[in-house]
């Protein structure tokens, strides 16, 4: 049980273009999710946190045009980096929060390159 | 700010050999704990969680951690390392503030050695 899935596993695009990233809990309703970056060799860094059917929550420094966070459902989150620039070439794992359990239950991630 | 720290960036056991990872978190009467692993390209994977109760937690994969109060230390332990075991392992701690959030530490790589 509780097993988040993300789409793609990984992506190539031009510089300039935007990509969609989709974050679903299959097996459980997710009242909050969330998204991290994580560059090679380093930490995770907590970019937003998503709640369905509100504006998400950005950390200090993420640019939310840049980085658009949208929660629709209790089961889908998806994460759209606009004008894509190489410097956005990142792995990205989003997580889905079980209400109540206080554990956060991570996808496998995402891997953007950015040519 | 609330933050957790791994002493150790890199360490090297010989394969069946015991392992210990540190960490220490910064505060919090009761703080919540995590040990998560991280294989290449992948994505994080709970080994075990501390919440009240034991202070000796058991996890996947014969690892187990023991929370320290006076020691603000949450360290985890193996007794045998197999080379499976070569990853990366962040700890991590959840927010104190009612907010959910988790906040890591900069992760501590693993190289086991025949």
């Known amino acids: 049980g509780a097993v988040v899935s993300q789409h793609p596993s990984w992506v190539i695009c031009k510089s300039g273009t935007s990509v969609k990233i989709e974050c679903r809990s299959l097996d459980f309703q997710a009242t909050t999710m969330f998204w991290y970056r994580q560059f090679p060799k380093q930490s995770l860094m907590l970019m937003a946190t998503?709640?369905?059917?509100?504006?998400?929550?950005?950390e200090q420094g993420v640019e939310k045009d840049k980085f658009l966070i949208n929660h629709a459902s209790l089961t889908l989150s998806t994460l759209t980096v606009t004008s894509a620039h190489p410097e956005d070439s990142s792995f990205y794992i989003c997580s889905a929060d079980l209400a109540g359990v206080h554990e956060q239950f991570f996808g496998p991630g995402t891997r953007l390159t950015v040519l | 700010a609330q933050s957790v720290t791994q002493p150790d960036i890199h360490i090297t056991v010989s394969e069946g050999a015991s392992l210990e990872l540190r960490c220490n978190y910064s505060y919090g009467a009761t703080p919540y704990l995590f040990w998560y692993v991280q294989s290449p390209g992948q994505g994080l994977q709970l080994l075990l969680k501390y919440f009240s109760g034991d202070t000796l937690v058991q996890g996947i994969k014969g690892f187990e951690a023991e929370f320290k109060r006076s020691q603000s230390s949450f360290n985890l332990r193996k007794p045998s390392v197999h080379w499976s075991d070569a990853a990366e392992y962040f700890c991590a701690q959840l927010s104190n503030f009612g907010n959910e959030k988790l906040t890591f530490g900069t992760g501590t790589r693993l190289t086991i050695i025949p």
């Open positions: 998503s709640n369905e059917g509100s504006k998400a929550t950005y």
